[in-house]
C-alpha cells in the first residue's frame, strides 16, 4: 500500500518560534496533499489543500500568514507555523492524494503532535 | 456542502457485545466516498473500509461489517463480538469527487473486559 511520512513525530517548542513538519509521499506522486489539525478529544479538521506548484488553499478561519504550506515536488509537502503560541499545540497530520481522478483515494501520515510551551 | 453526523460522542460495551456505529452524511454529489477510520491512543488512522456511491452492497470483514443505506444517507458500522483492542475512536468521513475528505466528530468505543 501506499505510505505517507512525517517529520517529526513530536515536537516541543517554546513560544514564539517556528517549526516545520514536513509530510512524504514515500512510494507514489501525490498532485495533492492536505493539511488537517486535531485537538484533542476534537475530530479532524481541515486547514489546507495544497497542490504541487501552486499555493495552497486555506480553509476559512484559518491564517495563511501563521500556517504556510509549501507543496514543491510530488512527493513532499511541508507545514510551517511561526510564531508558535501555546494555542497552536495540537497534533497535525497530512494526507497524499494519489490521483486526481475517479481512484480519489488518499493515504494519511502519523501524525506530528506539536506542544507550544 | 458536505456534512458527516456521528451522533453517538461514547459507547461503553463489554467484551463480546456487538456495537453499532451510526453515520449519516449529507452531499449534494451523486458520485462520493464513504470510509469509515479507526484512531487508537496513539493518534494515527486505520483506513478500515472505502466505499463508493455506486456501490450500495453490505460488506463483512471478519468481525466488522457495514451497512450502506443511500435512501436514509447512513453508512453504519458494526463490531460483532468486541474486544478490548476494539477500543479507539472511530470516526466516519466522505469525500467528493476531486473534493477533500470531512470527517465526522468521531464515537469514542470502550470495550471493557
Known amino acids: 500500500g501506499a505510505v505517507v511520512s512525517q517529520h517529526p513525530s513530536r515536537v516541543i517548542c517554546k513560544s514564539g518560534t517556528s517549526v516545520k513538519i514536513e509530510c512524504r509521499s514515500l512510494?507514489?506522486?501525490?498532485?495533492?496533499m492536505f493539511w488537517y489539525r486535531q485537538f484533542p478529544k476534537q475530530s479532524l479538521m481541515l486547514m489546507a489543500t495544497s497542490n504541487e506548484g501552486s499555493k495552497a488553499t486555506y480553509e476559512q478561519g484559518v491564517e495563511k500568514d501563521k500556517f504556510l504550506i509549501n507543496h514543491a515536488s510530488l512527493t513532499l509537502s511541508t507545514l510551517t507555523v511561526t510564531s508558535a503560541h501555546p494555542e497552536d499545540s495540537s497534533f497535525y497530520i497530512c494526507?497524499?492524494?494519489?490521483?486526481?481522478?475517479?481512484?480519489?483515494?488518499?493515504?494519511f501520515g502519523p501524525g506530528t503532535r506539536l506542544t507550544v510551551l | 456542502a458536505q456534512k458527516v453526523t456521528q451522533a453517538q460522542t461514547e459507547i461503553s460495551v463489554v467484551e463480546k457485545e456487538d456495537v453499532t456505529l451510526d453515520c449519516v452524511y449529507e452531499?449534494?454529489?451523486?458520485?462520493?466516498?464513504l470510509f469509515w477510520y479507526k484512531q487508537p491512543p496513539s493518534g494515527e488512522l486505520v483506513f478500515l473500509i472505502r466505499?463508493?456511491?455506486?456501490?450500495?452492497q453490505n460488506e463483512i470483514s471478519g468481525r466488522y461489517s457495514w451497512n450502506f443505506q443511500k435512501s436514509t444517507s447512513s453508512f453504519n458500522f458494526t463490531i460483532t463480538a468486541s474486544q478490548v483492542v476494539d477500543s479507539a475512536v472511530y470516526f466516519c468521513?466522505?469525500?467528493?469527487?476531486?473534493?477533500?475528505?470531512?470527517f465526522g466528530a468521531g464515537t469514542r468505543l470502550t470495550v471493557k473486559p
Open positions: 494526507s497524499a492524494r494519489r490521483s486526481a481522478g475517479w481512484d480519489n483515494e488518499q493515504f
Open positions: 466505499r463508493n456511491s455506486f456501490d450500495e
Open positions: 512510494d507514489f506522486q501525490a498532485t495533492t
Open positions: 452531499t449534494r454529489d451523486t458520485t462520493y466516498y
Open positions: 468521513a466522505l469525500s467528493e469527487v476531486y473534493g477533500d475528505m470531512r
